[in-house]
């Protein structure tokens, strides 16, 4: 618990930061500017532990976009989505089976400060952010009845659930409309796992998906 607050109180203290510095007046001679891009990148989710189960996810290829706003040249916002699809694993003792596939889709608005580079085309950034993330979870149909899993677990269903990040990156411009990009992101998340056994009791718990994002990509600027 002490770990999940510092992790708190870190986001929270980035973003007051970012907060502050948006409300700074604009000068009359900056040009307010979008941008909008698409990226393909890595999106790697680490493995978790609920009711004495090790849960593991297979890392995966991910495409996505992203739309901003920027109200200087050190200060923009971004909105940030992809969709995650993986298979998740289960391990006790010495059982393991695939439970199932899990699809995330995070949404994410984040606030970015830009480090223009000298004498370059290039800038790098970091950013903190908040979002929400669509969970569907699919069991795999188990047809071997001695599978441990598929004859004490019965259904499983993942809620949807509010996500964090921590963001670090780089852009640089290679025309006046267009820019390359590379991003990590770190997203910290905790959705329900809703279990119900064949006995007919439920169980219910937090399941930490702390993930990472390696994406490249490229943007329009206007």
Not at 50 to 59: G, K, L
Request: aromatic share 16%; glycine share 6%.
């Amino acid at each position: 618990m002490e770990w999940k607050m510092k992790k708190i109180n870190l986001l929270i203290g980035l973003m007051a930061v970012l907060a502050i510095n948006f409300l700074q007046p604009v000068f009359a001679d900056e040009q307010i500017k979008y941008s909008a891009g698409l990226f393909a990148g890595y999106y790697n989710t680490s493995s978790s532990n609920f009711n004495d189960v090790d849960a593991s996810f297979e890392t995966a290829m991910v495409f996505g976009g992203a739309v901003s706003y920027h109200f200087t040249p050190r200060y923009s916002i971004e909105l940030w989505t992809t969709k995650y699809t993986t298979d998740m694993s289960l391990s006790f003792d010495d059982k393991n089976a695939k439970l199932g596939e899990l699809d995330q889709t995070p949404i994410l608005l984040t606030g970015r400060f830009q480090f223009p580079i000298r004498k370059s085309n290039a800038d790098i950034y970091l950013g903190a952010g908040v979002g929400y993330a669509f969970n569907d979870f699919k069991q795999v149909n188990h047809s071997d009845l001695d599978d441990f899993f598929a004859v004490n677990l019965e259904t499983k269903q993942m809620d949807d659930c509010i996500i964090w990040a921590l963001n670090v990156g780089a852009e640089m411009r290679i025309k006046k409309n267009y820019a390359l990009f590379v991003d990590l992101k770190t997203i910290f998340s905790e959705p329900s796992f809703d279990v119900i056994f064949e006995d007919g009791t439920a169980s219910g718990k937090n399941v930490g998906l702390n993930a990472s994002v390696f994406s490249f990509g490229f943007k329009y600027l206007f």
